[in-house]
Nanobody, 125 residues
């Protein structure tokens, strides 16, 4: 079992920045990709970014490319999401997740087995 805990959310003005963190416990996730997803009010959960176990493969949703950066520290069993140039439409609950299969880097929600409880990000205009 893997437990995931996100932190770093909050209220920020448009154009500002936030850095989200997600710490994994229970067992090492060094062989697994780690991803970020979000659920905006009234919308389905959607893919934001994911990073392979080695860090060699990174994928972003088109809506966040050039503004968000995903990174990880396998020694700390953690993944991060640096969010710059935030927009009101980035307002959502952000979740980190670990997929079911090691050494894959999926973008689909159904491929992820472990999820954190989420952290709220609110961007004011």
């Amino acid at each position: 079992q893997v437990q995931l805990v996100e932190s770093g959310g909050g209220l920020v003005q448009a154009g500002g920045s936030l850095r989200l963190s997600c710490a994994a416990s229970g067992r090492s996730v060094s062989r697994y990709a780690m991803g970020w997803f979000r659920r905006a009010p009234g919308k389905e959960r959607e893919f934001v970014a994911t990073l392979s176990s080695s860090g060699g493969r990174i994928y972003y949703a088109d809506s966040v490319k050039g503004r968000f950066t995903i990174s990880r520290d396998n020694g700390q069993n953690s993944v991060y999401l640096q969010m710059n140039s935030l927009k009101p439409e980035d307002t959502a609950v952000y979740f980190c997740a670990v997929p079911r299969l090691a050494f894959t880097t999926p973008q689909e929600l159904y491929a992820y087995e472990y999820w954190g409880q989420g952290t709220q990000v609110t961007v004011s205009s």
